[in-house]
């Protein structure tokens, strides 16, 4: 409090002048962006009507012990913090000491999370500088773990949470998001959270930690993100029976009801925010399929489960297509047994045909599905006028349990083999060169079906893809043991390298961060209107084309998490001449302009600016 009038004076001038340049920056920065509307560029300043304690507990503008002295007497928190300003790199230290401390993989989920919710700008700097190392804390595989509990370990809330109590409110609720400019919105209703089932309300780490990788993957600023949950009840008895379980207290609605009701949040969503990004996440089949089919060619919007599981899922085939020395071209003559016949199973193996088709190497799309043999929890999708293995009456195609199959996965059925083949059944019978895993079931990959596959092709490619790594298929220890060693190798959950008979077995992940986070950016920077399957066809090539012919020959088929950024810039550009050539980009590129430098400029990154404190009018 300044006491001295002259002084009084002084300092209001001198606000006064800082304001008037504030503005003029910002001014200037928003003439020199007019041919290129909203990017996210950089600031030199940032600021704020929050005085004193406000600014403290904001994790958007807390800095922590980082506040200069000048800082803390413009704010109002001088005496408020420690009097010694320690910079980002003493924090880091501290933090990164304290996390060593943590005894277990959710001790340190739960610490990420708290200092996230004090200051977003020194996690995310933790996050990039560790990501290889902390994706695996803040998602998958320990965000499984932190989903089943997350009624116990609740501590602050963020995010947004639709509830069968605010039908009819929905247009005036969105208004509550503090934050004008949202570019990513992640939304699920925790029905089919990983492979771990229904979990009500408890899924909404899955958008908080998703949206985290698109901050740290993809360079999106952080405030402008949403998670969100859409919370239509839960199917799950222990957390309906649980007293401290957050969500609502009844079973799932279904059916026109839930339909209905997420309509109306995503007409208010396209009334606040217009232009965001909407990324439909661990719905489950078929309120996937039938979602994405409703929205896709009206909004800007995609299922991650589907359509980026797809893309990543197909950049790791093509890549060991290349790891074999084969062309990326070749995709058609792969015989590809998948696991799986739910939403992620068959957006997978949608992805590949479409691939196929566009690839011209196959004379219609008949002749592509009949290049993949998909099972479900009942074995092979075959002909079941052929007569089931077990010796019970055969049954016509489409009844008894079949008949729940939807028109996609009828595709599938193999009409020359019998219905209900086991997996090791279907590896002797057609020697697949590929293996898909998508279903959730652990150990579904069986000894005898590995060394079955290994016996009929030199370099197996073995792909358990279910999440998190309880659930996955095989093990890589496994898979490297049953085939001798000679496995190429990718998996959902991140497993470590495997030594197996002196030398050392590469483990790949397939990882949907590798593809979403830069399509996101793609997305932003262009202001599409719509994403596209050939996007995510572009998306796959550019990840499949990543690794050098040095890793390739070593088992290394594309780049780890750990350079998720720079996988980002180069997926975020595809997607971006993407939508420039198909019609969809609203932002308006100067001419001249170099499309990787626009976008290595739009990505956000960690650092303290400086605070200025605006009056509050």
């Not at 019970?392 to 009409?415: V, W």
Request: include cysteine; glycine fraction near 8%.
């Amino acid at each position: 409090m300044l006491r001295n009038p002259a002084l009084k004076t002084v300092h209001a001038a001198t606000q006064s002048f800082v304001t008037s340049q504030v503005r003029n920056y910002s001014r200037r920065a928003l003439t020199t962006l007019a041919a290129f509307p909203d990017l996210r560029m950089e600031t030199m300043v940032q600021t704020t009507t929050k005085h004193g304690m406000d600014v403290i507990h904001d994790p958007l503008l807390s800095k922590g012990t980082a506040f200069s002295l000048s800082e803390r007497e413009r704010l109002g928190i001088r005496g408020l913090v420690p009097p010694r300003t320690q910079e980002m790199d003493k924090q880091l230290q501290r933090i990164i000491r304290n996390l060593r401390e943590c005894r277990t993989p959710l001790e340190k989920f739960i610490f990420m999370t708290a200092l996230q919710d004090r200051n977003e700008t020194l996690y995310y700097r933790l996050l990039i500088d560790k990501l290889e190392e902390l994706s695996q804390i803040i998602y998958t595989p320990t965000v499984g773990e932190a989903c089943q509990r997350f009624h116990s370990i609740y501590r602050r809330s963020r995010g947004m949470y639709f509830s069968t109590l605010d039908r009819g409110q929905m247009a005036a609720m969105v208004h509550n998001w503090p934050h004008d400019q949202v570019d990513v919105i992640v939304v699920t209703d925790g029905s089919r959270v990983l492979g771990l089932g229904d979990l009500g309300a408890n899924g909404m780490q899955i958008p908080i930690g998703k949206l985290s990788l698109y901050v740290a993957g993809g360079g999106i600023r952080p405030t402008s993100i949403l998670p969100v949950v859409l919370d239509v009840g839960t199917n799950n008895e222990s957390l309906l029976d649980d007293p401290l379980y957050l969500g609502m207290g009844h079973r799932r609605l279904e059916g026109d009801e839930y339909y209905s009701f997420v309509d109306e949040w995503v007409h208010a969503i396209q009334n606040r925010y217009p232009n965001a990004l909407i990324q439909f996440e661990d719905f489950k089949y078929p309120h996937a399929y039938n979602l994405l089919h409703k929205y896709q060619d009206k909004i800007c919007c995609f299922n991650d489960d589907i359509q980026s599981t797809s893309a990543v899922a197909l950049a790791g085939v093509l890549a060991a297509l290349k790891a074999r020395g084969k062309s990326i071209d070749n995709l058609n003559e792969e015989r590809i047994i998948c696991v799986g016949a739910g939403s992620a199973g068959v957006g997978v193996c949608e992805g590949i045909i479409d691939c196929m088709v566009e690839q011209g190497k196959v004379k219609s799309r008949e002749e592509a599905y009949s290049k993949i043999w998909m099972l479900d929890q009942h074995g092979l999708i075959g002909n079941s006028q052929l007569g089931a293995t077990d010796g019970t009456a055969p049954a016509p195609i489409g009844l008894g349990d079949r008949a729940s199959l939807d028109e996609r996965q009828l595709c599938y059925i193999k009409k020359d083999m019998k219905d209900r083949m086991s997996l090791e059944e279907v590896v002797k019978a057609i020697k697949p060169t590929v293996m898909l895993g998508l279903s959730g079931a652990p150990g579904v990959f069986t000894e005898g079906a590995v060394r079955a596959m290994a016996d009929g092709v030199e370099k197996p490619v073995v792909f358990p893809l279910s999440n998190p790594t309880h659930q996955s298929e095989c093990t890589a220890e496994q898979a490297f043991e049953w085939t001798d060693g000679r496995a190429i190798f990718a998996s959902g959950s991140p497993f470590k390298d495997v030594e197996y008979k002196g030398k050392t077995c590469k483990v790949n992940q397939i990882n949907n961060a590798m593809s979403f986070p830069g399509l996101g950016l793609g997305i932003t920077v262009s202001r599409s209107s719509r994403v596209t399957g050939k996007m995510f066809m572009e998306t796959a090539i550019t990840i499949a084309n990543m690794a050098s012919e040095e890793q390739l020959k070593s088992g290394v088929l594309f780049p780890g998490v750990g350079q998720l950024r720079e996988v980002s810039k180069e997926v975020a550009a595809k997607v971006c001449e993407v939508a420039y050539e198909q019609g969809l980009a609203r932002a308006n590129l100067t001419p001249g302009s170099n499309l990787k430098t626009v976008i290595e400029e739009s990505m956000w990154n960690p650092s303290y600016v400086s605070l200025i404190r605006l009056a509050d009018h």
